[in-house]
């Protein structure tokens, strides 16, 4: 769940810390991966893993065309970050509800699922389910390459000059609303691969973006807003201290638990572990 909590996370923090939008509707593009797997699984028996390659670019082109219509105009428009902010989440309200209700007109409302990779096996003395295995080790490979994309390529160092200096990277000659197009699409297409990832595990509704665009916002405030490699490591000390706190009391306090994290930090380190 760590590793699930992370890869949400990244892409959240990445559409924040570039273009300051709090895209409350990042959930809905998770169960919408989930839902594009489910369906290729049930209907063509299309592996899930392979559905990546498949969940992943459509929900990047989904995400390109949200910037385009709904939040590149907004950025246009908007007299300052502060404005934009409170208009993006207003916005994505919005969208939240258009592509939940969306699915619901498609898969209907009951909770459906599939079974895959549904056995044991052990690691490091451990023993652990194996499409859970699986789906921690691709969130932990997409986040990691994504940090290593940002930190070492020169397409990432043009996006953290624009995350650090946007006039100032128009001078150097950076398309600003190319670079937030595409990176809008990156961060919904982790999304999308997250709720591929989801699908294999548990039973997926309509309504159950909701609670990791919350779990994204816990991990993004305890990493540092705008720090990929804080998302990454916020989302693994969430995963953990939940499953820990859940084993030692009992199941229905996660989000107790994860709540009193968030306002934790948010009381002790408001920049995060990692905020500079």
């Known amino acids: 769940m760590g590793g699930i909590y992370a890869l949400t996370a990244i892409g959240l923090n990445l559409q924040y810390g570039l273009m300051r939008i709090l895209n409350i509707g990042h959930g809905e593009?998770?169960?919408?991966?989930?839902?594009?797997?489910?369906?290729?699984?049930?209907?063509?028996?299309?592996?899930?893993?392979?559905?990546?390659?498949?969940?992943?670019?459509?929900?990047?082109?989904?995400?390109l065309s949200i910037h385009r219509i709904l939040f590149r105009p907004l950025i246009q428009v908007s007299v300052s970050l502060e404005v934009l902010e409170v208009n993006s989440l207003l916005i994505s309200f919005g969208l939240l509800f258009i592509i939940q209700n969306l699915a619901l007109i498609i898969w209907g409302a009951d909770m459906i699922g599939y079974t895959y990779l549904a056995y044991p096996i052990k690691f490091l003395g451990g023993v652990f389910?194996?499409?859970?295995?699986?789906?921690?080790?691709?969130?932990?490979?997409?986040?990691?390459?994504?940090?290593?994309?940002?930190?070492?390529?020169?397409?990432?160092?043009?996006?953290?000059?624009?995350?650090?200096?946007k006039i100032g990277s128009q001078f150097i000659g950076v398309k600003i609303f190319k670079v937030h197009s595409i990176c809008f699409g990156?961060?919904?297409?982790?999304?999308?691969?997250?709720?591929?990832?989801?699908?294999?595990?548990?039973?997926?509704?309509?309504?159950?973006?909701?609670?990791?665009?919350?779990?994204?916002?816990?991990?993004?405030?305890?990493?540092?807003?705008?720090?990929?490699?804080?998302?990454?490591?916020?989302?693994?000390?969430?995963?953990?201290?939940?499953?820990?706190?859940?084993?030692?009391?009992?199941?229905?306090?996660?989000?107790?638990?994860?709540?009193?994290?968030?306002?934790?930090?948010?009381?002790?380190?408001?920049?995060?572990?990692?905020?500079?």
């Open 186 to 276: 990156l961060g919904v297409a982790m999304a999308g691969i997250t709720g591929s990832l989801l699908s294999m595990i548990f039973e997926i509704s309509p309504f159950m973006g909701l609670s990791y665009t919350v779990e994204g916002m816990i991990v993004i405030i305890l990493g540092g807003l705008g720090n990929i490699l804080g998302s990454l490591i916020g989302g693994l000390i969430i995963g953990v201290v939940e499953s820990i706190g859940s084993y030692l009391t009992s199941p229905d306090l996660k989000m107790v638990i994860s709540y009193s994290i968030f306002i934790a930090i948010l009381l002790i380190r408001p920049k995060g572990i990692l905020g500079r």
């Open 29 to 63: 593009l998770v169960m919408l991966g989930a839902y594009i797997t489910y369906s290729l699984y049930s209907r063509l028996g299309l592996d899930p893993m392979i559905s990546l390659l498949i969940s992943g670019p459509t929900i990047f082109l989904i995400g």
């Open 129 to 165: 389910p194996a499409n859970r295995f699986i789906a921690f080790s691709v969130a932990i490979l997409f986040s990691l390459g994504f940090y290593l994309f940002l930190r070492f390529s020169l397409a990432g160092k043009v996006v953290r000059a624009v995350m650090q200096d």
